[in-house]
């Protein structure tokens, strides 16, 4: 039985072999299915040593990691996890922080958004620059302002920053000049909020003011990109009045600073009109008083009372419920240097609004643009037509007229020497030859003359066309339609002004167009004794800033440089002669001015020459009187006594 066992164990002991063999391998793959999740050892040292030769990138890891597991004993595979599990975290983050901002902002805040393009955006940056919020701000913007002569808002600084000098001329001691070197240097720019977002608190109520750029492309369909600035400020909240409220106070502080001065407008540059606001400010200065202008009371005076009844709230509607136009055209016409632009000035300050000056000779204006330029206007304003005569504005038939005219001359001509002949023929009946060959000579002569006279009309046709061709400008009728066409403005004060007024077109000046006209002219010999009163007064502005010096004004600056200023000021406006005496010096000064010789702008630059000195313009007065009439009959531009 244990043979036969032997034996079946011999015959079977390969099966059994390839059973265990099986069992075995079966096992390691258990092993190996269980171990499967485990990094190799040894496999991550050598894809970083293969990646580190390719990229230097490749090698900073590779220093990192053997760093993190050789001297840290941290895992770099555990590290690497938990950044990406952060970054994974900020980006959820960001997305729900972006979704609960949008709510907030669509349902919980309100906004208001002003472009660079509209006025009430230099408001506001005015506005945020002396915000006691904005200047400690972190991000800002700085910007060199450039202030005009009429600015006085820094008289502080001005005054630290002058100081004297004797101009170079070391032997003479007393004279002594003021020199601004160091005004720019000490000058500080105005700091504005930067690009971005920034937060202020105004009033009790937290604003964001974003400040942006956006392209546009040009309105003409061609050429770069156009960058417009724009702020769009917010607040908390379901109302939007904090942010009117504080516009307002925007406005105010502008208006608060623009009270007793008049901007003046011009047209902006053709390349810059129809990307941008039509009108741009040029110039602003102090209102004039209407008692500076050279005028005959009683004139002055009627012009102002019509103006005020034409610009008074009730106006409108009575020129509706009669069907009349809403507008007021003035012609102010005389001599040179009489005063047409000074009273057109004094007319704005005294009804506080602006002046849109616009120059009929400047090729970029064409006639769309001038009727758009009206549309752009205000409510109530002044626009300035000035030396309206030079524009060159004709008819369009004006140059046949002229040549009709031209052809009936001829003609009276012609017949005027038919008659001569007729006469000889009658009275040299006896050389009847002789008569005949100068009658042929007439003739040819005549003939030969109105050929020569048609080639000169038709060159100067021709010359005529051509100008008309070329001349890109404003023509008469383009004036008419923007002045009372249908689609013109209305509510504006129109004033023109001319040296010439006999040489205006009939339909420039006819009523409708032009309803008050008034007349400059020379001074008179009571306009003159006015003149030189004015002249020699006071000044206001040094009253002001002395009593501003008297109370504490500038105390933080040195008392040295306040006294330089009050000595240069007191030296600037001192005159030689007491005030009780000024009226007689005046009439005095009067008599001497021949009238309607010389206009109050000819007469008020030989006072400005002595303007510290009425005594010595009252003896200078007789020569200079004498030469300059010898000039004006000499027609001579050569000055001899100034």
């Avoid at 942010?243 to 901007?263: P, V």
Wanted: proline fraction near 4%; glycine fraction near 6%.
């Amino acid at each position: 039985m244990v043979s036969m066992m032997d034996s079946l164990s011999m015959q079977f002991s390969p099966l059994f072999q390839l059973q265990q063999n099986t069992t075995d391998n079966s096992a390691a793959g258990v092993n190996n299915t269980t171990n499967g999740g485990a990094f190799p050892h040894g496999i991550m040292d050598t894809l970083l040593t293969t990646a580190g030769s390719v990229s230097p990138l490749s090698q900073l890891l590779l220093f990192v990691y053997k760093l993190l597991g050789t001297q840290f004993g941290i895992d770099p595979s555990l590290l690497l996890t938990a950044v990406g599990f952060l970054w994974g975290l900020s980006k959820i983050f960001n997305q729900v922080y972006y979704y609960v901002e949008n709510i907030i902002e669509r349902f919980l805040m309100c906004s208001m958004q002003i472009s660079e393009d509209d006025h009430i955006y230099d408001h506001v940056m005015k506005f945020l620059a002396q915000h006691p919020s904005i200047k400690t701000s972190k991000q800002l913007t700085a910007q060199t302002v450039y202030r005009s002569a009429w600015d006085d808002d820094d008289e502080e600084e001005e005054g630290k920053a002058l100081f004297l000098t004797n101009g170079g001329d070391d032997e003479s001691t007393d004279n002594q000049y003021l020199n601004f070197s160091n005004q720019a240097a000490t000058s500080s720019p105005r700091y504005i909020p930067a690009l971005g977002q920034t937060g202020f608190w105004h009033k009790g109520t937290y604003f964001r003011l974003l400040r942006f750029k956006e392209s546009f492309a040009n309105s003409g369909g061609w050429g770069p990109m156009k960058d417009v600035e724009s702020i769009r400020i917010a607040c908390y909240g379901r109302s939007i009045l904090p942010i009117k409220g504080l516009l307002a106070d925007a406005k105010a502080l502008y208006w608060k600073d623009m009270s007793q001065k008049t901007t003046i407008y011009r047209p902006r540059s053709k390349e810059m009109r129809r990307d941008y606001n039509m009108w741009q400010q040029v110039a602003r200065r102090p209102v004039r008083p209407i008692r500076t202008v050279v005028l005959d009371n009683k004139e002055k005076h009627d012009v102002l009372a019509d103006v005020n009844e034409y610009l008074h709230p009730a106006t409108p509607r009575w020129y509706a419920s009669r069907g009349i136009p809403l507008r007021r055209g003035y012609l102010f016409h005389g001599p040179p240097g009489t005063g047409k632009t000074s009273f057109s000035f004094a007319l704005a300050g005294v009804f506080g609004i602006d002046i849109y000056v616009i120059s009929l000779q400047d090729a970029s204006i064409t006639e769309e643009d001038l009727a758009v330029l009206f549309t752009k206007l205000p409510r109530r304003c002044v626009i300035l037509l000035e030396d309206i005569d030079s524009a060159g504005l004709r008819r369009e038939g004006a140059d046949g007229d002229v040549d009709a005219k031209d052809k009936d001359k001829d003609k009276d001509k012609d017949k005027t020497k038919e008659k001569s002949k007729d006469k000889k023929k009658d009275s040299k009946s006896k050389d009847e030859a002789s008569s005949a060959s100068d009658s042929d000579s007439d003739s040819s002569s005549s003939e030969e003359d109105r050929k020569s006279r048609k080639k000169r009309r038709r060159a100067g046709r021709s010359d005529a066309q051509s100008k008309r061709g070329s001349k890109k400008g404003i023509s008469l009728s383009g004036l008419l339609n923007a002045i009372d066409g249908v689609a013109s403005h209305e509510g504006r004060v129109l004033i023109m002004t001319t040296n010439k007024p006999e040489s205006l077109d009939e339909a420039l000046v006819r009523p409708g167009r032009v309803d008050v006209q008034v007349g400059f002219a020379h001074a008179s010999t009571f306009q003159v004794e006015e003149l030189f009163q004015r002249m020699y007064e006071p000044p206001r502005v040094a009253k002001k800033a002395q009593a501003k010096t008297a109370n504490g004004y500038a105390k933080k600056s040195s008392a040295k440089q306040n006294e330089m200023l009050r000595e240069q000021a007191n030296l600037a406006y001192k005159v030689d002669v007491k005030e009780g005496e000024m009226k007689g010096i005046a009439v005095e000064f009067a008599k001497c001015i021949p009238e309607g010789k010389f206009s109050p702008a000819e007469v008020q630059g030989f006072l400005l020459k002595r303007k510290k000195s009425p005594r010595k313009a009252l003896e200078e007065v007789d020569a200079w009187v004498e030469a300059s009439l010898k000039q004006k009959e000499a027609k001579s531009k050569v000055v001899t006594v100034q």
